[in-house]
């Protein structure tokens, strides 16, 4: 279809309007749309990244000279081909399975690979320093009793350590 | 629930809260997922239908979410499904052909929970206003109350783990609702667009990813998930959101002392349409709506309050229509009903 205005160009703006509770619609090239002031706001702005993502994830597959698309995860059997395809991952296993491909892929769509926020409550995350912290907190009593005074300032550094760890792991 | 439901805005748009002429609403989501489980993209009935039900008891058991509804994708008709698209409880993907998924919904309509959209855990939390720091610690409150029962899948590395890499990390979705007609008006929005995309964020319209702008109502979002803590990706959302006020404000502003007949006559106009039009198709509704909110924050129309047309974009899109005239509708008859709802609304005002 060629512009109404300029009858030279393509149509490519297809600008509708009530007129009188009339539809009337004007299809005009790039050109004379944007000289009479219609213009999408949101025409130029970039795809969200999920449409990318396919390609994105395709890419880093074949940067791995092809041995990539024939790894499946064990737990859920998805194919790193699959996901390629889909752009959707099949279980928390597969982060495990295609570990490498994946940071190298959350690298380029997140600008890091290596988690700031939040920490998960609970489990292993927090009982093994607690444990740590118990462990030097009883080392630390007896070197007291002992009056190993050098060694206990190394523990309670040790302590001081592990108790900002353990916060950094709880805190939001 | 959805009667009760049909004849009120949803408590998130009421515009209360801080900066709500220009801020409609804040929105915070999370994604997560159950240790052990296929993602919903892959899995089978019988997982799905399991998911469903660790979710809901960890719901019972949470003391933030004692009182509230549970759908199950059985119960929802299509029509429903579209009322809770048009309400902002639900993404227009979710229940479509897939079954065994739920929905929680909160008594105030503040907080729901998708259980098996993309991931098997979609918290939502909604505010009216600009408020996101109070939304997202109510996210967070429930994220926390859920993993009590649920363990969820995270790596040390990666944080929380979801289907799309896209989501990763943090999983977390801050997004607000904004009104900015008078950078429309003065043309400046182009602009505005461009800066707060090279700022990394998105700009969507109204019903999210890939939507037209209707109503001059546009919806801004973080674009990535991970390597930034929750407060650090809310906050500056929140403050590049005070940013873009300021803009809209100053261009409020000037369209006030440069034009302001033609603005006055502009908003008289919208209103004059909606007051008295037999016939509105929702794309005309939302247009006219947006200069009447405009009128409304500049005080050019009193008699309007800001509420009042959060109300009507609601309550006049198709499902809320029929649900609210107690019948199914043809395309024609919606905007003949469209046209008498809004005339009534307004007339009803003081």
Aim: negative net charge; proline residues 3%.
């Amino acid at each position: 279809m060629l512009c109404e205005e300029c009858r030279k160009q393509e149509a490519t703006v297809h600008f509708s309007q009530m007129v009188n509770n009339q539809r009337v619609v004007m299809n005009l090239c790039g050109t004379c749309a944007k000289r009479r002031g219609f213009s999408n706001p949101l025409k130029n702005i970039p795809f969200p990244l999920s449409d990318f993502l396919t390609s994105m994830v395709s890419e880093s597959a074949t940067k791995v000279d092809g041995q990539l698309t024939e790894l499946t995860c064990p737990v859920c059997k998805l194919s790193y081909d699959t996901f390629a395809k889909t752009g959707r991952l099949g279980c928390g296993n597969c982060f495990e399975a295609y570990r490498q491909p994946l940071a190298d892929l959350l690298r380029k769509i997140h600008g890091s690979n290596l988690h700031r926020g939040k920490r998960l409550r609970g489990g292993a995350l927090v009982m093994e320093p607690l444990k740590e912290e118990a462990r030097l907190k009883d080392e630390l009593k007896k070197a007291i009793e002992a009056e190993d005074f050098e060694r206990a300032a190394q523990l309670r550094d040790m302590v001081k350590e592990l108790q900002e760890k353990l916060q950094a792991v709880t805190d939001v | 629930m959805f009667d009760q439901m049909a004849h009120k805005a949803s408590s998130w748009l009421t515009a209360e809260g801080d900066e709500a002429a220009v801020v409609l609403s804040s929105r915070i989501r999370l994604a997560r997922n159950i240790r052990g489980f296929t993602f919903p993209p892959y899995a089978d009935p019988e997982t799905r239908g399991n998911i469903v039900h660790f979710v809901r008891s960890a719901i019972d058991k949470s003391k933030e979410l004692e009182t509230g509804a549970f759908v199950s994708s059985d119960d929802v008709t299509e029509m429903q499904r579209a009322f809770l698209i048009e309400r902002h409880l639900i993404s227009p993907e979710f229940m479509r052909d897939q079954n065994a998924s739920g929905l929680y919904i909160s008594p105030d309509e503040k907080i729901a929970i998708m259980v098996n959209e993309e991931d098997h855990v979609r918290i939502q939390s909604m505010s009216s206003g600009l408020s996101l720091m109070d939304t997202l610690n109510r996210a967070m409150r429930i994220d926390d109350d859920l993993a009590n029962s649920l363990e969820f899948d995270y790596d040390t590395d990666f944080g929380f783990l979801t289907s799309c890499p896209t989501n990763v990390g943090t999983g977390l979705r801050a997004s607000i609702l904004i009104h900015l007609a008078g950078l429309v008006l003065t043309k400046e929005i182009d602009s505005v667009i461009d800066h707060i995309n090279k700022l990394g964020l998105v700009v969507r319209g109204f019903y999210g990813e890939g939507t037209d702008v209707w109503g001059n109502l546009f919806q801004i979002s973080n674009q990535t998930t991970l390597g930034r803590s929750e407060l650090d990706i809310t906050e500056s959302l929140e403050k590049i959101t005070r940013q873009i006020i300021e803009f809209e404000n100053k261009s409020r502003d000037r369209l006030l002392t440069e034009a302001r007949d033609e603005i006055a006559d502009k908003i008289w106009r919208a209103y004059g349409i909606l007051r008295h039009a037999r016939v509105l198709t929702s794309e005309e509704v939302m247009n006219l709506l947006s200069a009447v909110r405009l009128g409304a924050a500049l005080k050019i129309l009193d008699m309007v309050s800001i509420a009042t047309v959060n109300k009507l974009l609601i309550l006049s899109q198709p499902a809320h229509l029929q649900r609210y005239m107690g019948v199914e509708l043809s395309p024609g008859d919606r905007d003949i009903a469209r046209a008498k709802l809004v005339r009534d609304t307004l007339a009803e005002l003081p």
